[in-house]
């Protein structure tokens, strides 16, 4: 019985998601192989040794790329049982099952997946397994989200850690970066995010001595950088102190980041000063919109206020903040999108921000709670099975004109500095609005005393 773990995209990170299963695996004495394909080629000899495929879709741009692997997989080895897990696999269940996916797991798999394995290969389980999903989402707060007791993930069969995004430290340096997870889902039920139709309001935590031995592991392989990938790092803000304080103490010199969200960064600022001395190097925060009126409809729980008050609080205690938009919504005017950057210049966030952030389109999933919106429903067409999303256009069509204008000029102009891009698109924000562009400011720090993973965060 052999399987085969296959990842396509996880922003540059090695992939937690095929080095926690790989052990639940191996621990029960199955054969395993992982393969990256962000990095390394899948041999067919690979696919015709598998019994059982299993693809890990924790993102959007992940399930894109796997659907041609998935065809392929189903030419050369058409006797595999093929399975799909992780948050986009069960908001996707259909578009797979038409791929020729067998199996729909849900982002907390561990245990269904070897129970499947299990049952592929005709072994009892010697304990009881959770039954694998059948690719509902959970409408209700938390229900079916399975809670599971993690093991320690097994990163012996991934590409090592120098082949991954590093951190770009402010001193011009670079730190190898390992990744981890101290919980997944979410608490909070955002609009437009894609983890809420799955976790509906609830999140899971990993438990703290699988994560610190998690970190151990790959400090030992070189990591002097740890990101944590938890939607949401403050979720849990008790468990969250008690493993930076840990890796703090065991690891001193190691630094990490976090995501979190601006409602956090307000109701924990006691924490956050905390977070700087154990070794945070930066914090990146969803801000989506500067606008009130856009955020109340992403149901954000936080002001464009909030936001200010969380840069200057992060700003005061050495914290580095990397905001993250949908700079392009259904409700952003051309002048409100010229706000959005004269906004990041003003908070002197220009180097902080990636240029990407600036051309990002709201995306309607399978699921989404933006679809209990009726200017939503109306703008929307029927959902696209390629673009695995419901197609939207802006009621002003120089605003979709203008957004395609950004995408390409930040796509043409990969590394290029932030400033020189972020000035190029104010232009042509300005042109498009018919406004006069300020003229550039001048940061306080400069692009170099920001550190940053020199992976654009991507969806
Ligand atoms: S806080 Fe972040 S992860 Fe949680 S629901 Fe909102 S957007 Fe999603």
Redesign the pocket.
């Known amino acids: 019985m052999h399987t085969l773990l296959l990842s396509t995209y996880e922003m540059g990170r090695q992939p937690f998601g095929l080095a926690s299963p790989a052990a639940w695996l191996e621990r029960a004495g199955l054969a395993v192989r992982c393969v990256d394909l962000s990095r390394d080629r899948l041999l067919d000899e690979a696919i015709r040794e598998a019994d059982l495929v299993a693809w890990y879709l924790p993102m959007h741009t992940a399930t894109r790329l796997a659907a041609p692997v998935i065809e392929r997989v189903g030419r050369v080895q058409p006797r595999a049982h093929r399975c799909a897990y992780g948050l986009y696999a069960p908001l996707n269940a259909s578009f797979l099952r038409a791929r020729g996916i067998d199996t729909i797991l849900g982002p907390e798999f561990e245990a269904d997946l070897l129970a499947l394995a299990r049952r592929l290969a005709d072994i009892t389980p010697t304990s009881p397994e959770a039954t694998p999903s059948d690719g509902q989402v959970n409408p209700e707060r938390g229900v079916g989200v399975p809670r599971l007791h993690f093991v320690q993930p097994d990163r012996r069969g991934l590409p090592p850690l120098d082949r991954y995004a590093t951190v770009q430290m402010d001193d011009g340096t670079k730190r190898v970066a390992g990744y981890t997870e101290a919980s997944r889902g ?5 609009r ?2 894609p ?2 139709p799955i976790y509906g309001g609830t999140f899971r935590i990993v438990q703290p001595e699988v994560v610190l031995a998690d970190v151990r592991a790959q400090v030992a392989a070189g990591a002097r950088h740890i990101t944590f990938g938890d ?2 790092f403050l979720n849990g803000p008790r468990h969250a102190v008690r493993i930076v304080e840990a890796l703090a103490r065991e690891h001193p010199g190691v630094t990490y980041d976090i995501t979190t ?1 601006v409602e956090h960064l307000r109701r924990h600022a006691a924490v956050l000063p905390r977070l700087h001395e154990t070794g945070c190097l930066f914090v990146t925060t ?1 801000v989506e919109a500067v606008d009130d009126r856009i955020l109340s409809r992403l149901e ?2 936080h002001t464009r206020d909030d936001f200010v008050r969380a840069v200057e609080h992060c700003r005061a205690i050495g914290l580095a903040l990397g905001p993250t938009f949908v700079a392009f919504n259904p409700w952003i005017t051309r002048d409100g999108y010229c706000d959005l950057l004269e906004t990041i210049a003003a908070l002197d966030l220009v180097e902080h921000v990636a240029p990407i952030q600036l051309a990002i389109r709201l995306i309607v999933t399978q699921g989404s709670r933006l679809l209990e919106l009726p200017e939503i429903r109306e703008q929307v067409g029927p959902f696209d099975a390629a673009a695995l999303s419901y197609p939207w256009r802006h009621v002003d069509p120089a605003v979709d004109a203008l957004q395609q204008t950004v995408m390409t000029l930040v796509g043409t102009r990969p590394g290029a500095p932030r400033r020189e891009v972020f000035e190029a698109v104010r232009q042509l924000a300005h042109a498009c609005a018919g406004s006069r562009p300020p003229a550039p400011r001048r940061e306080a720090r400069a692009r170099a005393t920001v550190p940053y993973l020199n992976e654009p965060w991507y969806c």
């Open positions: 979410c608490r909070h039920t955002c437009h995010c983890i809420v939607p949401d969200k969803a954000k729980g």
